[in-house]
């Protein structure tokens, strides 16, 4: 068996790699219907599982979340018995990782935004509303808390812990299709169109690449957390098909074309451009180092 982030061995429990999938679809579908039926006495979710209103929004990216979160780490800790640096969470350089990855994440998102508006895609109809509302930005404050929440445990559940169990079971390569499978599958809507499923895959390909060429999840993390958070406020755009209903941020766009070029309903995550820069980065991050080279024998 080989480690893709650290050489430390497991002392319990490892499960056989075509189970790690089936695993990973229950720990994020059973703490999201425990979290459903809690919030449903509130009002804080429509029928459909989707949050009403900013509360609404805040709980949908906490609560299901954190217990993921929490049971995977259990599951790591408990059963399996490995060391929280095997799954990518190692201490060294943690929080100057995912600051750095933060940073770029905003970086990223406004890069492909703007290439969307220089092509036609979007149209500019006001700029920085939200600094003439004190609440507004209070809000966007408390959405950068709730992203890093949400957008770290879906790092560590998915280029954490099932990367590095299907990693040690089978290969890097096998690891990295089928846990961005399992990732474009929980991310999958009826009538969703094709290209959106395609980005969100190769969204997952390009968070295994850079896992992979750092040697631990931290700056993915960051990344990670900076994208939702600037594409949610910035632009009055939505991320991933939620709309916050803020002002924006930095410009207030509206879709000018067609879905492909402009995301649609899914946001600029659905556009050509953004399949394009995951694309690229991603075979950048893999000509940069051999990501099927794994660092140790356990």
Aim: proline share 5%; with cysteine.
């Amino acid at each position: 068996m080989r480690a893709i982030y650290s050489p430390e061995p497991a002392r319990g429990w490892l499960p056989w790699g075509v189970l790690v999938p089936f695993l990973g679809l229950a720990f994020v579908i059973a703490p999201a219907i425990g979290a459903s039926w809690a919030l449903e006495p509130f009002h804080l979710l429509d029928a459909r599982g989707d949050p009403i209103g900013f509360d609404g929004l805040l709980a949908f990216l906490l609560l299901p979340f954190a217990a993921t979160g929490a049971v995977v780490l259990a599951w790591v800790l408990l059963v399996e018995r490995r060391a929280l640096a095997t799954i990518g969470l190692g201490r060294a350089g943690a929080a100057a990782g995912f600051v750095r990855g933060l940073i770029i994440g905003m970086a990223t998102i406004f890069g492909v935004v703007a290439a969307i508006w220089i092509a036609g895609g979007y149209d500019a109809i006001a700029y920085a509303k939200a600094f003439e509302s004190p609440d507004a930005l209070k809000s966007m404050g408390l959405l950068l808390l709730a992203f890093v929440v949400q957008a770290s445990v879906e790092e560590i559940v998915f280029r954490g812990w099932m990367l590095s169990a299907i990693a040690r079971k089978f290969n890097v390569i096998v690891a990295i299709v089928l846990t961005s499978a399992v990732f474009a599958l929980l991310h999958y809507a009826p009538g969703q169109l094709w290209f959106v499923t395609l980005n969100v895959f190769l969204f997952a390909v390009f968070a295994c690449a850079w896992a992979l060429r750092a040697g631990n999840i931290w700056g993915v993390m960051g990344w990670h957390a900076g994208w939702n958070w600037l594409l949610s406020i910035g632009f009055e755009l939505p991320v991933t098909g939620i709309d916050v209903k803020l002002p924006a941020l930095l410009v207030a766009l509206t879709p000018h074309g067609p879905a492909h070029l402009t995301g649609g309903a899914q946001g600029p995550e659905g556009s050509m451009f953004c399949g394009i820069f995951f694309l690229a980065a991603t075979i950048g991050l893999f000509a940069s180092r051999d990501v099927g080279r794994v660092p140790a024998e356990v």
